[in-house]
């Protein structure tokens, strides 16, 4: 918007000239200079208007070349030199504004209309001469800037895919590194429960066994032992939950990952979330899975929708599943293909025994789908300190 200012700034500096140039010759033409140039840039101020309808853009400023070499025009045989000016600046308006088609055929009718104006009025051929070695110059200067603008265009195009790429190679990186980081908090985690921790409590029991089958002279020493091998495994089971709590799982984690996309990729998302999804007992791996789901399914609107919006819903009906569903608008109905990347998203799910769906409407297009929420960690963890409370009461029989 500024440069069209800009051109009406140098519009109505060059325009009070031209028309005290005019008057100085012939006084009688103050009324039809002021409706002239009072239609000139009305026609100027609708340009923002229509500029989007070239057919409409090009016939204004051919109306305003008109205009101009009518107001302009040397019925006295005296040629108005400020009438170059204002042609050139209709001509680079054109150039400036609209393809290199219409451009041409606006910068021609220009030069037609000057040409006249010109070979009508008393200069001297060598002038005339200057002046259409001017108009060479300026097509040359101004056809070299059309091509210079289509490739910086394409420059910028290339390096806004280029930068688009880089960012989602970079978020996929960090995606990347904080999956295998919670991968491995949770492989840590579990051996050092199963091995470490088992092992202490099974110690333990032993060791209770054995202080009551003891005389009393050295009860004192095993109770001893005893204290020391259950702070040994408080501090294990501190160390384990410590690794949990890292793990930046549940519905907030993944709001945080999702408004980071929504900044990133200049996305409108609208969240929608019901029935206990923010208090649902989402592990790191399951937040993860779902977060890469929503990403594909906003990756694919980026790439193929032209309404960059979206709806997230979450929920968890009944505590045991907990389910998701991004949906947008179809701007173009066009056939719908299943690409790589929801097939893999649909693999992930399926191993945590979830599902996806992807269907398409005259719409709207919806990606859908379900996680079940078993705390796989705390069974495991419940299921093997039984397990190794009867072994250690099985190691405790066989002593007897």
Known sequence: MKFYWLWILIN?????FAISYLLKMNKDLLTTSIFGVSLYFLLFFIVPLIEKKLYLLFLLLCMNSIIAIAILFPFNKEFNPFLILIISLLIAEGFYRMPFRYSIVNGIFGVFGLSITVLYSNLAPLIQFLIAIYTVLLFIALIFYIK????????????????????????RAVSDEELARQEERAMIAHEIHDSVGHKLTALIMQLEMFRLQISEDYKESVQSLKEIASDSLDETRRAVKSLKANDSGGLPGILRLIRKLELENMMRIHFSVKYGAFSAPLNGEQSFVIYRTVQEALTNIMKHSQVKEANILFEAPGGSIFRFEISNLVSQKRGYQEGFGLRSMRERLEKYNGELK???????????????MTNIGDKHDSDTTGRRSSNGETGIKNDD
Do not use: H
Request: glycine letters at 4%.
């Open 148 to 171: 210079t603008k289509y490739q910086l265009m394409d420059l910028d195009a290339r390096y806004q895919k280029i930068l688009s790429g880089s960012r989602d190679l970079k978020r």
């Open 12 to 16: 109505m500096s060059v325009w009070p």
């Open 358 to 372: 992807v269907y398409q409407t005259e719409v709207q297009f919806t990606v859908s789908g379900y996680i079940k």
